[in-house]
């Protein structure tokens, strides 16, 4: 516990970017963490109102089309894209970092990062909640496997992960989002997980596929505000 907290206070004093906007209720603004491997930009929401017990958290991790070191093109798609402009989703902090060009996504990084946007701004501890679509997909789910007791639920889309690691988190809520036509990650490997899931006791996991859909599943799955609606009913225990 010691060394967990040790870790989010560091990051905290590490939050920022030089020259950026400074964080302020009902806007999203670049920020950068400085971590032991670099640097890694990310666009962060704060709501307009607070509830006494902290608001909700998303995390959110884009696909490999938007890896590099211009973070305008994170929020092309999902959560960094529709925030300023949809009430379902403004209530939540939004985390949506970059993750550096050519490579894949660090989940100790990634949680580095949450635990530092956490000590700073103070979210509902039992409110933290995972999404990510395609490369950021397969994220989701090793970030949750690797730290299954941290969020309140997970949302990956159009990605894949590791069937042998469902017992991890065969207690997390998950909704699984793909395209039936999708050739780019195959249904399967989706399908694969909550497959395993289920086998492992999983009582709490859907997947919702979209028949005529390919690759593209992330925007009508990110355009229902029903996906924050049912977030907003999961809690960490």
């Known amino acids: 516990m010691k060394s ?4 989010a206070c560091l990051g905290w004093l590490t939050l920022g970017w030089t020259g950026a906007t400074e964080p302020e209720p009902g806007t999203q603004t670049r920020q950068s963490f400085t971590h032991g491997a670099g640097t890694m930009d990310y666009w962060l929401w704060l709501p307009k109102e607070t509830p006494a017990e902290g608001a909700p958290l998303i995390v959110f991790l884009h696909g490999s089309g938007e890896r590099g070191d211009d973070p305008s093109v994170v929020r092309k798609h999902g959560p960094p894209k529709l925030v300023e402009s949809m009430p379902a989703l403004q209530p939540f902090i939004v985390v949506s970092p970059q993750c550096p060009a050519g490579q894949w996504w660090d989940v100790e990084v ?26 950021g997909g397969y994220g989701t789910w090793a970030l949750a496997a690797k730290y299954p007791d941290f969020f309140a639920a997970a949302v990956p889309v159009c990605g894949g992960g590791d069937p042998a690691q469902a017992g991890r988190i065969k207690d997390l809520p998950l909704r699984v989002y793909h395209g039936a036509k999708d050739e780019a990650v195959p249904l399967a490997r989706s399908q694969e997980m909550v497959d395993a899931l289920k086998a492992a006791g999983a009582a709490d996991v859907e997947l919702i596929v979209y028949p005529e859909l390919a690759h593209d599943s992330w925007t009508p799955t990110y355009d229902d505000p029903g996906l924050y609606t049912w977030l907003l009913t999961k809690q960490r225990k």
């Open 110 to 135: 990634i949680k580095a990062l949450t635990d530092a946007v956490v000590a700073k701004f103070r979210p509902n501890p039992a409110r933290l909640y995972l999404t990510g679509l395609s490369m």
């Open 4 to 7: 967990l907290f040790f870790t």
